[in-house]
Each structure stands twice: as C-alpha cells, then as structure tokens.
C-alpha cells in the first residue's frame, strides 16, 4: 500500500503549474516496475543511518558506463582565479558564465538520488520517507527565493531507486550524471554506489551519509557527506568507549563483515592494541550474496569461535542484521557493542528477523543523530519543514508526524543545508574544483540538528559528535543515553 503522504504527492504533483523564472525546474524520472524482486530489510541497512548496508564489497559501478567528457575549453577562464570579483569587496561582480557541465550564466542543476520509499512499501519493506520530489523543489525553491548562488538559480533533477545491489543505483547515476548532465547529485546512495558518481563520471556529490577515506581517495571529482565519515564514526567512537573503559579487564572478542576489512584492520584494531585492550580473538563473515542459508552456517560458525576463544564481550564494528540474527540464535550471553548507526533505527530494528530484545546486552556508540523530539525542537529542521509547507508541494505538521518521517526530513535537511553552503561559498567561476575549495576553507560548519561540525582540508563530511545508546525494552529501539560528545578527529 502506498503511504498516504506519497500518494497526496502524486495526486498533487500531476497537476503542478509551471515554475516561473527564479523559481525551480523540477523534472521526475519515472522508473519502471521490476518483474521479480527479492528484497529484505537488510538491503536497506544504510537508509538514513550510515550508508552501510550488511556484506559484500560490491563497487556498485557497471564497467560498460563511460564518464562524461568535461565542458571543452573556452575563452572563459575556467579554473580557480586568483581573485574572484564577486563584488563581496565592493569591487565589480565578474560575469556569470557556463562554467562546467551543468551551470549556466544563471542557473546550477542539480540531481537528487533518493530511495523510492513508495515501492518500498509495496514489497512490504516499512521504511518511511517523504518523497524527494516534495522536499527537493521545495527547498530548491526557498534557496533561489533567497537569491540563489550569487544569482544562478537552482533546477533539481530527480530519480529514483529501490537499495538492492547496485543496478538500480547504477541506473540512477547515469540518468543523472550522463542523460541530464547534472553538475553535483544530492544523493542517498549505499555503500560504494556514490563512486558511480564521483569516480566513474566524475560528478560532485553530497550524500547523507557513507564517506570513508577509500571513497574519498578513489573520488575524481569531490565526495561530501553530512554525516560523519564511516570510519570516523568507528575511531571516534571507540575512543570514546577506550576513554570510559569499556574494555578494561575485558577479553575481547571482534567480529567484521568482508567490506569492512580495511577498517578493522586500518583503524579499529591499531586503536585497541595502542589502548592495550586485550583482543582474545578476530572474526570476519565473508559475503555470501543471496545465498543466507551459507551466511547464517557461516556466522554461526564465527560464534563458535568467539565462544571457544573466552571472549567476554564482542565488538561487531560492522552491520546489525546478519550479527544480531546470530545473536538471536546462538544466545552468547555475553555483552556486545555495535559501532553500525543501523542501531538508530527502529524501522530496521523491526524488520530484520531477529528478536528485538537481544539488544538488551548492548552497548551503541554512533555519530550523533537527534532524537524525533530533538529533531522537532531544532530551528533548522523547522524551517526546512516550513519550506515544504509554504511551496505547496506538501503540507506537514511536526507533531503528526511520524518519527521515521521526522528524522528521514531531518537527514535530507542537513544534506540540502551542505549543498546550500558549498554553492554560495565556492568561487563563481563555478566548478568541482571550486567546491572542494570552499570546503576546504570552511572551518566550523553547523548544520540542522547538529551541535559541532566542520570542513577543511582532507575533512569532508560535517558531524563531529558521537552519542552513546542503549536499549529501551518498552519501545524495542535504542535511545540515547546522555548528550552528544564532540569529537576532534
């Protein structure tokens, strides 16, 4: 059943009156229906909580996909000059030009690359988001209201995609990167998917989650997220439980899944044997595609070793639905922490196929994400929630809403607000060049619903706070416990 909100959406959006000049260009991609599909919850893993989606170190790029040729040379200065005569000196504004694939003397196209929630809900996946081609436009239309980027305006190009393996997500980034020829995609893509974007057609991107260092050294043209960086989420947080002591007088048992075996080697490991935390015994779960009757003989077999090694508390640094179905079934009996903000969702908590309530034994530490409450109280989330409103593309109370929709807005709110900033502050000779430029001379960055963030050289994605999390038995999700730590990564 389609979710009332995206059905009002689509009675609504068939009848849009055309935009006029200085308000947005929204064109849809319409996706075609899959003959058979086979989807479970973990293929969803990463939705709004992290960007990693359980096993596999599929790159998610198709090999036949050639990259777009960058915009031939012209008697325009295209690269970064030394002084950009914006005018913000009271010099003369230089003149807007077609500075790169995607913008124009006045306007920036945009493609967003979200998960269709809609269908999702039809293979009764009960995933909640509001349909991107509400809250996109939307704000697109607030953001050129407001003058825009030094005067271009913002069009927004959608698709869609169902998070099962790459095809879909491969589909997505050509129509955007090489049909539409976008100049940056807003996106929420999982896993190694973005690298169809940045690295294959070398296309900026601003995700809401999923940059790790590999990707950001694979990327061509730049990878921003909101969110903090995966592995600066697995460092910051396991200091910060090194720093409480944790795993003081602990033998500790750590278990990783294939796609995550640079971070467990790279990060986590150095991190515990520098703090001389006693690691009684290593664990990896190979990737075992669709097969789950080899992914569960095999977990189970990991158990056993954990359990014969005299670990008495694991460290799963790696997705919640394959471990916490093991814990489920073999009844360790032991402590675990979970490093996965997968943690913070109950949606994916709920559909999983495991019971709930072997949480009770765990220990969270993630990147901070507020709570629906905290969500609703933040001025930046209202406004963005305003914006939707006054566009007449959707109409929302905060309190009527759900808290899957409350916090998928607030995701997508931090994104868009990264966008914002990165295009009104990049050079007008506007490039991907530019944007790792205005990144890199950001600093301190504070986006809706987070209280500590920033960009600079090298440092991509915004958030700079992890939160500690523990079980709530009478919802059957974790919740926060305390405030949100800074952390200086």
């Given at each position: 059943?389609?979710?009332?909100?995206?059905?009002?959406?689509?009675?609504?959006?068939s009848t849009l009156p055309a935009l006029s000049a200085g308000e947005t260009v929204m064109?849809?991609?319409?996706?075609?229906?899959?003959?058979?599909?086979?989807?479970?919850?973990?293929?969803?893993?990463?939705?709004?909580?992290?960007?990693?989606?359980?096993?596999?170190?599929?790159?998610?790029?198709?090999?036949?996909?050639?990259?777009?040729?960058?915009?031939?040379?012209?008697?325009?200065?295209?690269?970064?000059?030394?002084?950009?005569?914006?005018?913000?000196?009271?010099?003369?504004?230089?003149?807007?030009?077609?500075?790169?694939?995607?913008?124009?003397?006045?306007?920036?196209?945009?493609?967003?690359?979200?998960?269709?929630?809609?269908?999702?809900?039809?293979?009764?996946?009960?995933?909640?988001?509001?349909?991107?081609?509400?809250?996109?436009?939307?704000?697109?239309?607030?953001?050129?209201?407001?003058?825009?980027?030094?005067?271009?305006?913002?069009?927004?190009?959608?698709?869609?995609?169902?998070?099962?393996?790459?095809?879909?997500?491969?589909?997505?980034?050509?129509?955007?990167?090489?049909?539409?020829?976008?100049?940056?995609?807003?996106?929420?893509?999982?896993?190694?998917?973005?690298?169809?974007?940045?690295?294959?057609?070398?296309?900026?991107?601003?995700?809401?989650?999923?940059?790790?260092?590999?990707?950001?050294?694979?990327?061509?043209?730049?990878?921003?997220?909101?969110?903090?960086?995966?592995?600066?989420?697995?460092?910051?947080?396991?200091?910060?439980?090194?720093?409480?002591?944790?795993?003081?007088?602990?033998?500790?048992?750590?278990?990783?899944?294939?796609?995550?075996?640079?971070?467990?080697?790279?990060?986590?490991?150095?991190?515990?044997?520098?703090?001389?935390?006693?690691?009684?015994?290593?664990?990896?779960?190979?990737?075992?595609?669709?097969?789950?009757?080899?992914?569960?003989?095999?977990?189970?077999?990991?158990?056993?070793?954990?359990?014969?090694?005299?670990?008495?508390?694991?460290?799963?640094?790696?997705?919640?639905?394959?471990?916490?179905?093991?814990?489920?079934?073999?009844?360790?009996?032991?402590?675990?922490?979970?490093?996965?903000?997968?943690?913070?969702?109950?949606?994916?908590?709920?559909?999983?196929?495991?019971?709930?309530?072997?949480?009770?034994?765990?220990?969270?530490?993630?990147?901070?994400?507020?709570?629906?409450?905290?969500?609703?109280?933040?001025?930046?989330?209202?406004?963005?929630?305003?914006?939707?409103?006054?566009?007449?593309?959707?109409?929302?109370?905060?309190?009527?809403?759900?808290?899957?929709?409350?916090?998928?807005?607030?995701?997508?709110?931090?994104?868009?607000?990264?966008?914002?900033?990165?295009?009104?502050?990049?050079?007008?000779?506007?490039?991907?060049?530019?944007?790792?430029?205005?990144?890199?001379?950001?600093?301190?960055?504070?986006?809706?619903?987070?209280?500590?963030?920033?960009?600079?050289?090298?440092?991509?994605?915004?958030?700079?706070?992890?939160?500690?999390?523990?079980?709530?038995?009478?919802?059957?999700?974790?919740?926060?416990?305390?405030?949100?730590?800074?952390?200086?990564?």
């Amino acid at each position: 059943m389609v979710p009332p909100v995206l059905r009002q959406h689509r009675a609504v959006a068939s009848t849009l009156p055309a935009l006029s000049a200085g308000e947005t260009v929204m064109r849809r991609r319409r996706t075609g229906l899959l003959l058979v599909l086979t989807l479970v919850a973990a293929a969803c893993g990463g939705a709004g909580v992290d960007g990693e989606a359980g096993t596999g170190a599929d790159d998610g790029r198709s090999p036949d996909v050639a990259a777009p040729d960058p915009p031939a040379e012209t008697d325009d200065d295209t690269g970064p000059p030394t002084d950009a005569g914006d005018g913000t000196d009271g010099s003369e504004a230089a003149p807007l030009t077609a500075s790169y694939r995607g913008v124009t003397e006045d306007s920036i196209l945009v493609g967003v690359a979200m998960i269709d929630f809609a269908r999702l809900q039809e293979f009764g996946v009960d995933i909640e988001g509001i349909d991107p081609t509400i809250w996109a436009p939307a704000w697109a239309q607030a953001f050129n209201e407001r003058g825009g980027a030094r005067g271009r305006m913002m069009e927004i190009v959608v698709s869609t995609f169902l998070p099962v393996g790459s095809t879909e997500s491969d589909r997505t980034c050509t129509e955007l990167t090489q049909d539409e020829e976008v100049f940056v995609v807003l996106g929420a893509m999982l896993n190694e998917n973005p690298l169809c974007v940045t690295e294959l057609n070398q296309t900026a991107y601003v995700g809401m989650f999923g940059l790790s260092a590999d990707r950001q050294e694979r990327s061509i043209a730049p990878f921003f997220a909101s969110e903090m960086a995966v592995d600066a989420q697995r460092r910051n947080a396991l200091r910060a439980l090194i720093e409480q002591g944790t795993f003081d007088d602990v033998d500790l048992g750590v278990y990783w899944e294939e796609g995550d075996e640079n971070l467990a080697t790279e990060v986590v490991l150095p991190l515990l044997d520098d703090a001389g935390i006693n690691v009684v015994e290593t664990v990896t779960q190979l990737d075992y595609g669709d097969d789950s009757v080899a992914a569960a003989g095999a977990i189970d077999s990991l158990f056993a070793a954990l359990e014969g090694s005299g670990a008495d508390m694991y460290l799963n640094i790696s997705g919640l639905v394959q471990f916490n179905r093991a814990i489920d079934r073999n009844r360790p009996n032991v402590p675990f922490v979970l490093l996965n903000g997968q943690m913070t969702s109950g949606a994916i908590i709920s559909t999983s196929g495991y019971d709930p309530d072997v949480l009770v034994d765990a220990i969270g530490v993630t990147a901070a994400k507020p709570t629906p409450d905290e969500w609703r109280a933040d001025p930046g989330w209202q406004q963005c929630l305003d914006e939707i409103n006054r566009s007449g593309l959707g109409e929302f109370v905060a309190q009527e809403m759900s808290d899957g929709l409350v916090g998928g807005l607030g995701q997508a709110c931090q994104a868009f607000r990264l966008l914002e900033h990165l295009l009104l502050t990049a050079d007008p000779v506007l490039t991907p060049d530019a944007l790792r430029a205005a990144a890199d001379a950001t600093g301190e960055l504070r986006l809706p619903g987070m209280g500590a963030g920033s960009l600079g050289p090298g440092k991509y994605s915004v958030g700079d706070e992890v939160r500690y999390y523990t079980y709530d038995p009478g919802l059957q999700i974790m919740v926060p416990e305390g405030d949100p730590i800074v952390v200086v990564d």
